[in-house]
C-alpha cells in the first residue's frame, strides 16, 4: 500500500483550491466532474508521483442518489485537508485485510482514467473518517503523470487520532506517513518553491 493522493474539502470548490494556493504559494489545474458522486476537483501535482486534490461538491450536478465519498454530505465549516488515499494492487484483497467500515469497491471513470474506489455505504471511513481511502488504478495513466510539476514536495503527513497508535498498528510502516495521539486531524508538511509550507 502507497500513499497516492490527498484531499483537501471545501464548502465551494473555490474555497477548497484557495486554501491551497494560499498554504503552499502555488496555482492548481483544472481538474473535473465525477458524475457518480456528484463532486468536482482542482489538482496540484507533487513530486515522487504524488498529487494534491480540492474537492467540493458540485452544485451543478444532479443529486447522485446515494451518499458520496470523503464524508462531503456533512463537510461544514473552513476548508481542510480531510482524507488521504492509498493506493493498493488489489482492492478486494486489502479491503478484507481491513476493519469492516473501509467500503466496497466502485468502477469509476473521467476521460482515459480508469480506477476502483472503496467506498463505505455511509461516506465516512473508520477512525473518525482518518482512515485511507483504498484506491486501485487500472491501466498505464495515473493523474499525477499527467500534471504539471508544481515544485512541491510532501515531506510528511502526519495523522493524529486518539487511537492513532492502533491505526499505525493495523496499516504498518509507510513512506511519508507517521502517526500520532491526538484529537483527529490531518497534517501535511511540504517544501515548496516557497520554502516549507504546512498544509492542514
Known amino acids: 500500500m502507497l500513499l497516492d493522493h490527498l484531499a483537501v474539502a471545501g464548502e465551494t470548490l473555490e474555497e477548497a483550491s484557495d486554501h491551497i494556493e494560499q498554504a503552499l504559494g502555488v496555482t492548481l489545474q483544472a481538474g473535473g466532474k465525477h ?3 456528484g463532486t468536482y476537483n482542482r489538482l496540484l501535482g507533487l513530486r515522487d ?4 486534490e480540492a474537492i467540493a461538491i458540485d ?3 444532479p443529486n447522485p442518489q446515494r451518499t458520496r465519498w470523503f464524508d462531503l454530505d456533512r463537510f461544514k465549516g473552513a476548508p481542510r485537508l480531510t482524507n488521504w488515499i492509498c493506493r493498493v494492487p488489489d482492492i478486494s484483497a486489502s479491503l478484507s485485510a481491513f476493519p469492516d467500515g473501509v467500503g466496497h469497491p466502485i468502477d469509476l471513470a ?4 480508469r480506477w476502483q474506489m472503496a467506498v463505505p455505504p455511509n461516506g465516512r471511513l473508520p477512525f473518525d ?3 485511507p481511502a483504498l484506491i486501485q488504478w487500472h491501466g498505464d495513466l495515473h ?3 499527467m500534471l504539471q510539476d508544481s515544485g512541491c514536495r510532501l515531506h510528511r503527513l502526519v495523522v ?3 487511537d492513532g497508535l492502533e491505526l499505525a498498528r493495523i496499516l504498518g510502516e509507510m513512506d511519508a506517513v507517521v502517526f500520532d495521539t491526538g484529537p ?8 515548496t518553491p516557497h520554502g516549507k509550507r504546512v498544509l492542514g
Do not use: I, K
Not at 508521483?49 to 494534491?52: I, S
Not at 473521467?110 to 482514467?113: I, T, V
Open 35 to 37: 458524475e457518480r458522486f
Open 49 to 52: 508521483g504524488l498529487y494534491l
Open 59 to 61: 452544485p451543478e450536478a
Open 110 to 113: 473521467r476521460g482515459a482514467l
Open 129 to 131: 473518517n482518518l482512515f
Open 143 to 145: 493523474p499525477a503523470s
Open 160 to 162: 493524529f487520532h486518539p
Open 184 to 191: 483527529a486531524a490531518l497534517r501535511a508538511e511540504f517544501e
